[in-house]
């Protein structure tokens, strides 16, 4: 990363704004950077962290699966998953569950199982109003 990067990146980081202008460092780092992987997963997580999931999930599709740490994958995954409940794609948030399980040595087993019960219930659940 060159300096004004890497100094966006301090700021998202460990600046002392609120969490309002922590998006704004991580939005203005990708804006230079498009093609940073960090920089799009760190604009997802804030907007998941916000509950703007449908604002989320191109900035986590981005980077899901493409990070050479598996916490971080597991993480862009999880929060991928999520936001794919929250909007109603639950065949993508399904899939991105499974893709979960069995990562960073088993870690995220039962946070998976758990959101794929979730996912299960909705559908029933939509299915019975619909009917």
Do not use: C
């Not at 100094?7 to 939005?27: C, H, N, P, T, V």
């Not at 804030?46 to 990070?67: D, N, T």
């Not at 597991?74 to 929250?86: D, N, P, T």
């Amino acid at each position: 990363p060159n300096e004004t990067t890497r100094s966006l990146g301090y700021q998202y980081l460990l600046g002392r704004g609120s969490s309002d202008i922590s998006l704004y460092f991580a939005m203005e780092w990708l804006r230079q950077e498009p093609e940073d992987g960090l920089a799009s997963y760190l604009v997802g997580r804030k907007l998941w962290a916000a509950h703007q999931y449908k604002e989320a999930v191109p900035f986590l599709e981005s980077v899901a699966g493409q990070f050479q740490a598996e916490v971080l994958d597991a993480e862009a995954q999880r929060m991928l998953g999520q936001s794919y409940f929250f909007v109603g794609r639950f065949d993508d948030a399904q899939r991105s569950m499974e893709a979960l399980k069995g990562v960073a040595d088993g870690r995220y087993d039962t946070q998976a199982e758990e959101w794929i019960s979730r996912i299960k219930w909705k559908r029933n659940r939509n299915s019975l109003v619909a009917n």
